[in-house]
Structure formats: structure tokens, C-alpha cells
């Protein structure tokens, strides 16, 4: 009995066939374009996820140069030098907020001794600008890496639905309902649930993470611009 069984399943397997180029050539229209689309989305997403890891990779290093150098150069009243520090770390998110501070304070206030309140203010409104062009800059792409972790699964049940809908019309056409007659609906279902949650599962993670990653930015910019500000306000005392 086992060994007709064993026979049995060597010739469906023979007749189906279970590997990449079998399953693929089996699909119909329908799944092999459920499948390009996820390929395509997984494609999209690893992109995103290189991009913003160097990126905020880069952030965080020149920011941690940054920060000691422009506190020297603050804390010995170098204005001029502060500015031209700031401009050499392009990458860094503090020093995008720092400089359009630095920047409007010697526009508005000449970086002489008589500060106004005006001065402060605008300043102010400067590193507001600045903390929110950044963080958007930061945040450039992560809405499309969680569209993609929250609709791949969706895209990957319409696949399954259809597979299970060929496994159907496979028992009607053979009028049959043994293994042969649904196999290769059935294959075509649990692959793209499959590819689904292979695609999903790695762009919900990395947007959890590079969402954390921002939220941390946006901490610091947020320091180094109240900080910023307390040194306007105590070179004016």
C-alpha cells in the first residue's frame, strides 16, 4: 500500500512538478501578475531600505563629529566659524538645523552685541523651518515601505483566491477531485501567500525601525535648537 502510494506521488509529481520554473509555468495570467507586482513592491522596498539605512547611517556619524566642534566654536563666540563648521556636514541633521539658525541670527541680528528680541524670534522661526524640511527629508520614503508592509499580504490573498479558484475549475475540468485536479490551483495559492508575507513582513519591520530612527532625530534637533537658542539669549545678557 505505501509503496503504490510512493508510486502514485512520483508520477503526480513528475506530471504537476513542485519546482520555480514548473510552478511559474502552471500559473495562469492572473497569479504570475500577483507575483511580478510583489516582486516589483520587494524590489521597491529593499531600495528604500538601503537608501534610508545609509542615510541615517551618515546622520548619525557626522552629527556626532559635529556636535563637540560646533559647541568649541559657540562656547568661544566664533559666529563665522560656527556657520562655515555647520556648512561641511551636509549630511548631518544637526547641522541643517544649527546652520539656518546661525545663518538667521547673523542675518537679522549682524552677530554684533545688540540682540533684539526680534532677533531671537526670527531665529526661532528659522530652526522651526529647518526642524521640519529635515524631518521631512528623514522621513522620505517610509510612507511607501509601510503601504507596501500593510497591502503585500492583500495582494497576496487576491493571489491565493485566484489559485483556489483554478483549483476549482481543475476539479471541474477533470470532473475529478483527486490531487491531480487541484494541485496546481493549490500551488498557485500557497506560493503567492507565500511571496505575500515575504515581501510584508521585512517593510513592516524596517519601518518600525527607521520610524524610531526619526523619532530619535527629531529629539536631537529639537535639543540642539533649544540649546541654540539659550546661547542667543545668554550672549545677549
Given at each position: 500500500?505505501?509503496?503504490?502510494?510512493?508510486?502514485?506521488?512520483?508520477?503526480?509529481?513528475?506530471?504537476?512538478?513542485?519546482?520555480?520554473?514548473?510552478?511559474?509555468?502552471?500559473?495562469?495570467?492572473?497569479?504570475?501578475?500577483?507575483?511580478?507586482?510583489?516582486?516589483?513592491?520587494?524590489?521597491?522596498?529593499?531600495?528604500?531600505?538601503?537608501?534610508?539605512?545609509?542615510?541615517?547611517?551618515?546622520?548619525?556619524?557626522?552629527?556626532?563629529?559635529?556636535?563637540?566642534?560646533?559647541?568649541?566654536?559657540?562656547?568661544?563666540?566664533?559666529?563665522?566659524?560656527?556657520?562655515?563648521?555647520?556648512?561641511?556636514?551636509?549630511?548631518?541633521?544637526?547641522?541643517?538645523?544649527?546652520?539656518?539658525?546661525?545663518?538667521?541670527?547673523?542675518?537679522?541680528?549682524?552677530?554684533?552685541?545688540?540682540?533684539?528680541?526680534?532677533?531671537?524670534?526670527?531665529?526661532?522661526?528659522?530652526?522651526?523651518?529647518?526642524?521640519?524640511?529635515?524631518?521631512?527629508?528623514?522621513?522620505?520614503?517610509?510612507?511607501?515601505?509601510?503601504?507596501?508592509?500593510?497591502?503585500?499580504?492583500?495582494?497576496?490573498?487576491?493571489?491565493?483566491?485566484?489559485?483556489?479558484?483554478?483549483?476549482?475549475?481543475?476539479?471541474?475540468?477533470?470532473?475529478?477531485?483527486?490531487?491531480g485536479a487541484v494541485?496546481?490551483?493549490i500551488s498557485e495559492?500557497?506560493?503567492?501567500?507565500?511571496?505575500g508575507l515575504f515581501?510584508?513582513?521585512?517593510?513592516?519591520?524596517?519601518?518600525?525601525?527607521?520610524?524610531?530612527?526619526?523619532?530619535?532625530?527629531?529629539?536631537?534637533?529639537?535639543?540642539?535648537?533649544?540649546?541654540?537658542?539659550?546661547?542667543?539669549?545668554?550672549?545677549?545678557?
Amino acid at each position: 500500500m505505501l509503496s503504490q502510494f510512493t508510486t502514485a506521488a512520483f508520477l503526480l509529481q513528475q506530471e504537476i512538478g513542485f519546482d520555480t520554473i514548473s510552478m511559474w509555468n502552471q500559473m495562469g495570467f492572473a497569479a504570475k501578475s500577483v507575483v511580478i507586482i510583489m516582486f516589483l513592491m520587494s524590489a521597491w522596498s529593499i531600495g528604500v531600505m538601503i537608501d534610508r539605512g545609509l542615510a541615517y547611517f551618515a546622520a548619525k556619524k557626522q552629527s556626532r563629529e559635529f556636535a563637540p566642534a560646533i559647541a568649541g566654536a559657540l562656547r568661544k563666540g566664533k559666529l563665522d566659524d560656527a556657520v562655515k563648521l555647520a556648512e561641511n556636514f551636509k549630511k548631518s541633521h544637526l547641522a541643517k538645523v544649527v546652520s539656518a539658525g546661525l545663518a538667521e541670527f547673523k542675518s537679522a541680528g549682524q552677530g554684533g552685541s545688540q540682540i533684539t528680541g526680534l532677533t531671537i524670534d526670527a531665529s526661532k522661526r528659522a530652526l522651526e523651518r529647518a526642524q521640519a524640511i529635515t524631518h521631512a527629508e528623514l522621513n522620505r520614503g517610509l510612507s511607501g515601505l509601510a503601504t507596501i508592509g500593510s497591502t503585500a499580504p492583500f495582494v497576496g490573498l487576491f493571489g491565493t483566491v485566484v489559485g483556489i479558484i483554478n483549483a476549482f475549475q481543475g476539479i471541474s475540468q477533470e470532473r475529478s477531485t483527486g490531487l491531480g485536479a487541484v494541485a496546481g490551483g493549490i500551488s498557485e495559492a500557497l506560493v503567492a501567500t507565500a511571496i505575500g508575507l515575504f515581501v510584508a513582513l521585512p517593510a513592516v519591520w524596517m519601518f518600525n525601525y527607521f520610524n524610531s530612527k526619526v523619532e530619535g532625530f527629531d529629539v536631537e534637533m529639537e535639543n540642539a535648537s533649544s540649546e541654540l537658542i539659550d546661547y542667543f539669549l545668554k550672549r545677549n545678557a
